[in-house]
């Protein structure tokens, strides 16, 4: 089963492209722009094909950290982003798994960031080779010799502040493990010159300056320093600081890293010592002194400082003094003195300087490399790191730049001899046709400088060793004759007249046409420089110093050692170990770091295109690319590429289980990629054009994008479907404890309301069988209680007799029976008359017989009325009666009644049938007379009283007249409406008629009668039994009556008496009848 991992591309999230192979279309701006937008994205690595372009970021950028190291270990070379960790990684894992020698080779101008780089390469492999206390001595001892090497060997120049001024090259040897065993260091060609002089705005090697910043007043003391830069001669003073460089604290890491390294305390002690005197010996001055035979000579000025430098490295001052004065030159076992005037003995003063340190470097490289290099004998592996001068154009270019950029020459052809070597190797080991490509080769200008005949190296040491007078403008001769007609040789003088006119070469200078562009070199030094002469007295004269180290410096002033033969020059020196280094190189497999100097700011940020422009031209880059995509621009092994491309056909997705090369071809067929577009190898497919490349890629990327798209579906359905059951479950869990829950609430419900009825009921039941049972004891306590007052009334009634008790009751009883036959019989004695109105009672004689007192006395009364009324004949019971109805209808009403009760009513007080006066009126009235009087008729217009006879029958009213005893009116009862009469004394009253009867066309009567009451009881009596109607008896002191046709208002008044007891009538006017009562 094919194992799920990620496998990523360094096409991946590429910023430009991340291998200039791809670029598309391949040229020198297209190039630049990718390099500046990767450099603006904080990209500042680049591939072409294997080999880093890396650009100076000149900041610290977060890509260095242990986490990026875990990053790029183990992975493979375009997996990731281009990084330099990328290519020290695949370095040191086939010098580890493919036991194949490595070299680093870090390549670009000063200030590109060549020894950056080696130490991030150096780190990387110490970060991720075998551990263990031994292993991690070692690997502390190989990365502390960097920073005492860069103290001595680096300095501030105005192209980097820690420009290395020697080239370095470092092997470092790794067991079969590929645990690191120890290293050789290698140095080249140290820039000795710096040491007496700098250019301006540069300074001298670092550790002078962090001496004198960093150590203790008590250790400048041995050494006999001061503080004080402005104190000596040799220190450029003008940028004595460096901005962001502390070299107090360098000092401190320096010598920490001494004592790591291994030097011994002695040793570092004479090491300074060293350093110390060749500052001081910049201060020692000269003067002219004229001497007796004329030859110049000269003097030290002040001999103080003279005596200090003896002081520190043991040398007889006197010896030196000399050395400084005079020259012995030996020939033929012959020695002759010459003296040495000022400006030769300054010439010797900084020539033994320069020595002195320069040897000083070189003994601290061999010290060091004692102290790292590997203790056992058994097989290493090698991983060689080169970190030389980048190439160098200056105003004026000496004898050492023109040494440095051989150099740099020599590297350029190993690396286009190895690149081509390599690309060639892999299109035969992938059996694919080798199509020839042309690039510049520079094999020419080398040839130019180190061809063992015609070279300038081998023509400038054939002149220094020339007899005769050597100077550099000898030595230009020579140039011009024998490189005159070399196309890469320039210069005046030479007979080509090319350059005859060229006014901006000067006839001193010579220009060659680098690789990398031309330069200019001054001839002026070049001999001097090449000679690098000592004379002899200074180099025995320091031999002679009571100081191990220096002694051992300078083994040729050995006079026992004495050698006559010039030692070899500086240049075939040079070339010698260059062509060393070369050979070594090219037995391993090589790695290409480039790197390249965004602008001359030392600034972060700025990317200088004509300056980026200039180096990758030099550089050759677009010429590598070419050299790289000639045929096929990319390659892949089949597996990575099957995994990477394999979603794209059906076929191969998701798994292919063929050989991988086959997957492949399965997998280009279908997607109908141009037969001549590719093109495979045996372990790789190679791809002609990147646009093929990015085609793919655009595919992949959208297939991804479905891909991506489908399984984000899929997730999201496995995730709403496993969420779903989920919650399903979960559902169906709740659901069955919610109803477990329900039932067992409604369970408990209906238990506790059972349990509540059946108690109700059974209290009921309890209830009732008490009810039952309490009736049943109150029956049998009733029956008892019964039954024993029974017996007890049984017993008692018998007993009774027998009982004293009984006989109060007795006696009590016997005297109210006693008392109350008493009272009868005294009662009987004392009764009242058996009148009526007899008031009188007997007094009560006991209380007890109160109600029964008046009982008795109430029925005796009427008893007596009874008694009374039964003696009355029927006529007296008839005036009764009439005189209780006149009782009932005046009594308290009219103030005439109380007189008239005395009164008997005698009816007929006209003896009307006896007096014959009345015959005729006897005869005319049938009926029997009720009553017959005489009364005042009152006259209804003038109020004067007639005399009228009144007379009332069964059925009528009559008025009579009194004399003649005629009838003047004759009214039928039922004619008769009401009576009306005053509440006073008086006799006045008004007979009423019924409107529209016979009688009442006069109106109603007004008539007054001494016999009032009794008229008015007789007439009531009469009309009640005659019509069955009560007669209305008005009594008021104010009253209508009916006058023919008007209404007249009868007011009683207040009169007087002088009439006697008669009222007088007045009429007021026609509405009002006055009566005035006496
Ligand atoms: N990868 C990097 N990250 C951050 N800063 C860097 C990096 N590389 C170089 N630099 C900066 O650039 C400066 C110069 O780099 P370096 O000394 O490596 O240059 P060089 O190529 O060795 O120059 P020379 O040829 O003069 O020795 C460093 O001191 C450092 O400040
Ligand atoms: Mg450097």
Redesign the pocket.
């Known amino acids: 089963m094919a194992k799920m991992e990620v496998k990523t591309s360094l096409l991946d999230d590429m910023i430009g492209v991340g291998d200039m192979v791809l670029l598309e279309p391949l040229d020198e701006d297209s190039f630049i722009d990718n390099l500046k937008k990767r450099f603006d994205h904080n990209e500042?690595y680049t591939y072409i094909g294997s080999v880093v372009i890396?650009i100076?970021?000149?900041?610290?950028?977060p890509i260095y950290t242990p986490e990026k190291v875990e990053e790029y270990r183990n992975r493979n070379f375009y997996e990731l982003s281009p990084h330099i960790f990328a290519l020290s990684d695949e370095a040191y894992r086939s010098l580890r798994d493919q036991d194949k020698d490595q070299c680093i080779l870090i390549t670009?101008?000063?200030?590109?960031?060549?020894?950056?780089?080696s130490k991030?390469v150096m780190s990387y492999v110490a970060a991720v080779c075998g551990k263990g206390a031994e292993v991690n001595q070692v690997k502390e001892q190989l990365l502390q010799s960097n920073p005492v090497l860069e103290a001595f060997g680096?300095a501030k120049?105005v192209?980097?502040?820690?420009?290395?001024r020697f080239g370095k090259y470092m092997d470092i040897e790794f067991d079969f493990k590929g645990d690191p065993l120890g290293g050789v260091i290698s140095n080249y060609l140290l820039e000795k010159s710096r040491v007496v002089k700098q250019p301006r705005g540069e300074r001298n090697f670092h550790i002078f300056y962090q001496i004198l910043s960093g150590a203790s007043e008590d250790f400048l003391c041995k050494l006999k320093l001061e503080q004080d830069f402005s104190r000596y001669n040799y220190l450029g003073l003008d940028s004595a600081k460096v901005n962001g460089v502390d070299d107090a604290a360098n000092f401190r890491t320096v010598r920490n890293a001494m004592q790591i390294v291994g030097f011994m305390d002695h040793e570092t002690q004479s090491v300074f010592e060293v350093v110390a005197a060749v500052l001081k010996l910049g201060n020692i001055e000269f003067k002219p002194e004229s001497r007796v035979n004329g030859l110049d000579e000269s003097k030290i000025k002040d001999k103080n400082e003279l005596k200090e430098i003896c002081e520190l490295t043991g040398i007889d001052q006197s010896v030196l003094e000399r050395a400084f004065s005079f020259r012995t030159v030996e020939a033929k076992q012959e020695k002759v003195s010459t003296t040495l005037n000022v400006a030769q003995a300054y010439y010797a003063r900084d020539a033994l300087a320069k020595n002195l340190y320069s040897r000083l470097f070189s003994w601290l490289v061999t010290r060091i490399n004692e102290s790292i290099k590997a203790q056992t004998k058994v097989r290493k592996k090698v991983m060689g790191v080169l970190?030389i001068?980048?190439f160098e154009i200056f105003e004026d270019n000496s004898f050492e730049q023109f040494i440095i950029n051989y150099c740099n020459e020599k590297l350029q052809q190993i690396f286009i001899e190895l690149t081509l070597k390599e690309e060639q190797e892999e299109y035969i080991r992938e059996g694919i046709e080798w199509t020839h490509i042309e690039y510049f080769n520079n094999a020419i200008i080398c040839d130019l400088i180190e061809n063992n005949q015609t070279g300038i190296l081998a023509m400038l040491d054939e002149e220094c060793l020339r007899p005769g007078t050597v100077t550099d403008d000898t030595f230009l001769e020579k140039l011009n004759q024998v490189c005159a007609t070399h196309q890469h040789f320039e210069s005046r003088m030479s007979k080509c007249s090319r350059f005859l006119n060229d006014t901006t070469l000067p006839h001193s200078c010579f220009r060659i046409q680098h690789y990398a562009g031309k330069v200019m070199y001054q001839v002026e030094g070049f001999v001097d420089k090449n000679n690098d002469l000592l004379y002899r007295d200074l180099s025995q004269a320091m031999w002679k110093a009571n100081h191990s180290l220096i002694k051992a410096l300078f083994p040729e002033g050995n006079p026992a050692k004495i050698n006559l033969k010039r030692p070899p020059t500086a240049g075939s020196q040079f070339k010698a170990s260059v062509a060393t280094l070369m050979k070594n190189l090219q037995t391993k497999n090589p790695n290409y770091i480039r790197?390249i100097k965004p602008n001359d700011k030392?600034a972060a940020h700025i990317f200088n295109d004509a300056l980026v422009c200039h180096q990758i031209r030099y550089l050759g880059l677009l010429e590598n690319v070419r050299v790289r995509r000639a045929g096929y621009a990319f390659r892949q092994a089949y597996e990575p590429c099957l995994e990477r491309y394999k979603m794209l056909c059906k076929q191969t997705w998701p798994h292919w289980r063929g050989p991988a090369r086959s997957g492949v071809e399965v997998l280009f067929n279908e997607l109908e990629i141009p037969e001549e577009e590719f093109s495979f190898g045996r372990s790789k497919i190679f791809i002609r054009n990147p646009r093929t490349l990015f085609k793919l890629e655009d595919l992949r990327k959208q297939r991804l994008e479905d891909l991506a798209t489908l399984i984000e579906k899929i997730y999201r359905g496995w995730k709403c479907r496993t969420r779903f059951l989920l919650m399903k479950k979960s559902q169906v869990v709740i659901a069955s404890w919610y109803r477990r829950y329900a039932q067992q609430k409604k369970y408990q419900k209906i238990k506790s309301s059972a349990i509540i009825v059946q108690s109700y009921i059974r209290g009921w039941k309890a209830r009732k069988l008490l009810r039952e049972l309490k009736h049943q004891r109150r029956c049998n306590e009733a029956a008892t209680i019964i039954a024993a007052y029974w017996h007890g009334t049984q017993v008692r009634r018998e007993y009774r007799k027998f009982f004293r008790a009984n006989a109060g009751r007795k006696i009590y009883e016997f005297t109210l029976q006693r008392l109350m036959q008493k009272y009868f019989l005294e009662m009987k004695n004392k009764m009242p008359s058996l009148s009526p109105i007899d008031k009188n009672w007997p007094a009560r004689p006991y209380l007890f017989l109160d109600s029964t007192h008046k009982e008795l006395k109430r029925i005796f009364h009427l008893w007596r009325c009874k008694k009374y009324r039964d003696q009355f004949t029927d006529q007296q019971k008839l005036i009764y009666e009439e005189k209780l109805e006149a009782s009932e209808l005046f009594k308290d009403k009219k103030a005439l009644y109380p007189a008239s009760v005395g009164q008997p009513f005698q009816g007929a007080y006209l003896e009307i049938s006896k007096n014959p006066k009345y015959k005729k009126l006897k005869d005319a009235v049938d009926e029997k007379i009720i009553i017959a009087e005489v009364v005042s008729k009152i006259n209804r217009a003038n109020g004067k009283a007639t005399s009228r006879i009144f007379l009332l029958t069964k059925n009528n009213v009559l008025l009579v007249d009194q004399k003649s005893g005629n009838i003047k009116s004759e009214v039928p009862l039922g004619d008769v409406t009401k009576v009306s009469m005053s509440s006073q004394n008086d006799g006045f009253f008004a007979v009423h008629l019924k409107e529209g009867s016979g009688a009442a066309g006069k109106g109603d009567f007004l008539l007054s009668s001494d016999h009032l009451i009794e008229m008015a009881t007789k007439l009531y009596r009469t009309t009640l039994s005659q019509t069955k109607q009560k007669l209305n008896i008005e009594i008021s002191d104010e009253f209508l009556v009916q006058f023919k046709r008007d209404k007249v208002c009868v007011k009683f008044i207040q009169g007087s008496q002088k009439n006697g007891n008669i009222p007088t009538c007045k009429r007021k006017n026609n509405r009002l009848l006055e009566v005035a009562v006496p």
């Open positions: 500042v890396s100076n970021p000149y900041r610290s950028l670009g101008e000063s200030g590109a960031g060549k020894t950056e780089a991030l680096n120049t192209r980097n502040d820690n420009s290395s970190d001068y980048g790197c030392k």
